[in-house]
């Protein structure tokens, strides 16, 4: 390159550095001159804000934790115990079915078959029932 280039970056590199270091001066007296605007709490009214905060956080921590606990129980208590109850109406309802394909096919065990199944919807209802 020739000299006369070179030159001129070098100009232009030092131009930059004062514009940055220009930049940097100015920004830091305007940082300074925000933070003399700014109203700053007094110890009183940091407490009081702090006391605040504090007390919404634990109010939506017990919320949560209650709410937690409810569905908990919900879910061990009811949907648990439901599912038992189909389980064991759908085991009762097979052993019902196969005990009647055992038997000969007369109208008096056909009867009883049906007799037992309403029985079965009976039990699983009302089941149902105390379970709400």
């Given at each position: 390159m020739p000299k006369k280039a070179n030159n001129k970056l070098d100009s232009k590199k030092q131009d930059n550095k004062k514009q940055d270091s220009k930049n940097k001066k100015h920004f830091m007296k305007d940082f300074k001159a925000e933070l003399?605007?700014?109203i700053w709490p007094t110890p009183k009214q940091l407490f009081n804000n702090t006391v605040a905060v504090i007390t919404v956080v634990l109010i939506t921590a017990a919320i949560v934790f209650v709410l937690d606990f409810v569905f908990e129980s919900m879910n061990t208590y009811g949907i648990n115990k439901l599912k038992e109850?189909?389980?064991t109406t759908n085991s009762e309802i097979t052993?019902?079915?196969?005990d009647v394909n055992e038997v000969d096919d007369s109208e008096s065990t056909n009867e009883t078959a049906e007799e037992d199944v309403n029985q079965t919807e009976?039990?699983?209802s009302e089941d149902a029932n105390s379970v709400e």
């Open positions: 003399k605007r700014v109850v189909v389980e052993d019902n079915t196969t009976n039990t699983v």
